[in-house]
């Protein structure tokens, strides 16, 4: 039974990469991970992805580019300010300025760097590098 559709999103693509696998897909889709797996392009984790409609609420096929070592969700879901983004990024990435923290607030879904310009904080999601 899944209960978090992100986590199991996450793990997929975490297992999908640790196998070599170029491409995997991801179902239930949904438009948080559909943001999620934005922010992760943006930021060259993946290269692409695209939603493909199967009748029981859609998928993501994921093109992987390899450069994945681990991508996680964070439970629980932090809240953090603005100034602490940095404490969490010592917290849950391996070295300063390697990987992102993905951040979602009231202005959307953000990395950790995206938010640090925006000036905002919000509620952690997950963590890729």
């Given at each position: 039974m899944?209960?978090?559709?992100?986590?199991?999103?996450?793990?997929?693509?975490?297992?999908a990469?640790?196998?070599?696998?170029?491409?995997?897909?991801?179902?239930?889709?949904?438009?948080l991970i559909?943001?999620?797996?934005k922010?992760?392009?943006?930021?060259?984790?993946?290269?692409?992805?695209?939603?493909?409609?199967?009748g029981?609420?859609?998928?993501?096929?994921?093109?992987?580019?390899?450069?994945?070592?681990?991508?996680?969700?964070?439970?629980?879901?932090?809240?953090?300010?603005?100034?602490?983004?940095?404490?969490?990024e010592?917290?849950?990435?391996?070295?300063?300025?390697?990987?992102?923290?993905?951040?979602?607030?009231?202005?959307?879904?953000?990395?950790?760097?995206?938010?640090?310009?925006?000036g905002i904080?919000?509620?952690?999601l997950?963590?890729?590098?």
């Amino acid at each position: 039974m899944k209960h978090d559709p992100l986590n199991d999103a996450l793990s997929t693509i975490n297992n999908a990469e640790q196998s070599g696998k170029l491409e995997c897909e991801v179902e239930p889709a949904s438009k948080l991970i559909g943001r999620v797996l934005k922010v992760m392009q943006e930021n060259g984790y993946i290269d692409s992805f695209e939603y493909l409609e199967n009748g029981r609420g859609g998928l993501f096929k994921i093109s992987l580019s390899g450069n994945i070592n681990r991508c996680q969700v964070i439970k629980p879901r932090w809240t953090l300010k603005r100034k602490d983004i940095e404490d969490y990024e010592s917290r849950y990435l391996p070295a300063q300025d390697f990987g992102v923290l993905i951040i979602t607030t009231n202005k959307g879904v953000f990395s950790n760097n995206d938010a640090k310009e925006h000036g905002i904080g919000g509620k952690l999601l997950a963590y890729v590098y």
